[in-house]
């Protein structure tokens, strides 16, 4: 089972639009439908309203099941064909104080880790949504269950330092003997208006991303800004299900970047 954390210090970078959207593109398009779980750990519960659900219309949820109080069946919601969540509220943010008083400090890192061996029977991938802070507890759990670290930023100075960071804090996992490997991704790219000045900023934070010593293949691709991504949810469309040209070349985008993400994020250190 692949594990992928979404990550940036930035909040309303793309964050769980990308997690919901890489989920979707993963289950399309390999042959079989390979099962994906998306598991929240943000207390904004944005995984469960982009999947166009109440986030106040679950019983449990994945802070039952991160403290042992329900079990994956019990909290584990279907989407559609293989995709599946588990959906989170803002007691998940009490999850790291959980962990501090119920689980010797040497393996409080892996707490996550091993939540999650019983799902690798059970999913081919797990995307792990976060909160942007670099210094919570849950981060750090999520970033040592992954194979992958997806660094979505936008396209401003915030949004680049964001990601230049967390390049450092997933790095600091790599040098202490993790496999681990990560990839950024531009996000809400303007190709209209004024097209040329977000092209020539996207080639700026490109170029100052490489010569921070970022490696080229680490920059998985960019995703155009649409107002449709941020109304579809309140509308209760999927933007996979609209036919439109901006639509699809969003889901396009989106695709190219899936490829890269599943195939190095495939991960064997939780495969059975
Ligand atoms: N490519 C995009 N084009 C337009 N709006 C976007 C795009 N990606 C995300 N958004 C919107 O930006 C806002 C923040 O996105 P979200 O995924 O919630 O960020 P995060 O999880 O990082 O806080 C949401 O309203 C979302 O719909
Ligand atoms: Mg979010």
């Not at 996550?112 to 750090?140: A, C, G, Q």
């Not at 915030?158 to 990560?182: F, M, N, P």
């Amino acid at each position: 089972m692949g594990v992928i954390t979404v990550y940036s210090g930035k909040g309303g970078v793309g964050k769980s639009t990308l997690a919901r959207f890489l989920s979707i593109s993963i289950a399309e398009q390999s042959e079989q439908g390979k099962k994906v779980c998306i598991i929240d750990t943000c207390q904004n519960s944005s995984i469960a309203t982009g999947f166009l659900k109440d986030r106040d219309s679950f019983n449990v949820s994945a802070y039952d099941w991160l403290t042992g109080a329900a079990k994956p069946s019990e909290v584990i919601q279907k989407f559609r064909d293989n995709i599946y969540y588990i959906p989170s509220d803002e007691r998940v943010d009490d999850y790291a104080d959980w962990v501090k008083k119920n689980v010797p400090r040497p393996k409080q890192l892996d707490v996550l880790r091993n939540k999650l061996e019983p799902l690798t029977k059970m999913f081919d991938f797990v995307i792990l949504d976060t909160h942007p802070n670099e210094n919570s507890d849950v981060v750090n759990y999520s970033i040592s269950a992954s194979n992958f670290i997806v660094i979505p930023t936008d396209i401003d100075m915030d949004g680049i330092i964001s990601a230049e960071r967390s390049v450092e804090l997933v790095s600091e996992y790599k040098e202490a003997g993790y496999q681990i490997d990560y990839g950024i991704v531009f996000n809400k790219v303007e190709h209209k208006g004024p097209k040329e000045k977000s092209l020539k900023q996207l080639e700026m934070f490109r170029n100052r991303l490489i010569e921070n010593g970022i490696p080229e293949e680490k920059i998985l691709g960019s995703i155009r800004y649409s107002q449709k991504v941020s109304t579809s949810k309140n509308e209760g469309i999927m933007l996979n299900d609209l036919k439109d040209v901006w639509s699809k070349n969003i889901m396009e985008d989106i695709r190219i970047i899936s490829n890269k993400v599943f195939l190095r994020g495939k991960g064997a250190s939780l495969n059975d």
